[in-house]
Nanobody, 111 residues
Framework: QVQLVESGGGLVQPGGSLRLSCAAS????????MSWHRQAPGKERELVAG???????NYADSVKGRFIISRDTAKNTVYLQMNNLKPEDTAVYSC?????WGQGTQVTVSS
């Protein structure tokens, strides 16, 4: 059974950084495409970043140059390093694989 557990969210000031973690069980993250998504209040969920089984990454235009997706095969975990955060990055961030979703972690960017 695939389980994804996110952590690392919180409150941060504009310009700050956070690193989100998505710990996977039931699958090996290196074998599957993994992705991070976010949903802000009143908005649809959107893809933020993805990493393929071969390690190829892709990003939403709004986060290119600021966010980095990576994976640690030993820890079976996918990360989202978020730098230079902006108030518009405020959302619930969730990771996904094989059409499964984690519970999400709240990120709030505010002064």
């Amino acid at each position: 059974q695939v389980q994804l557990v996110e952590s690392g969210g919180g409150l941060v000031q504009p310009g700050g950084s956070l690193r989100l973690s998505c710990a996977a069980s039931g699958i090996m993250v290196v074998h599957y495409a993994m992705s991070w998504h976010r949903q802000a209040p009143g908005k649809e969920r959107e893809l933020v970043a993805g990493i393929s089984s071969t390690g190829r990454t892709n990003y939403a235009d709004s986060v290119k140059g600021r966010f980095i997706i990576s994976r640690d095969t030993a820890k079976n975990t996918v990360y989202l390093q978020m730098n230079n955060l902006k108030p518009e990055d405020t959302a619930v961030y969730s990771c996904s694989a094989l059409a499964r979703w984690g519970q999400g972690t709240q990120v709030t960017v505010s002064s």
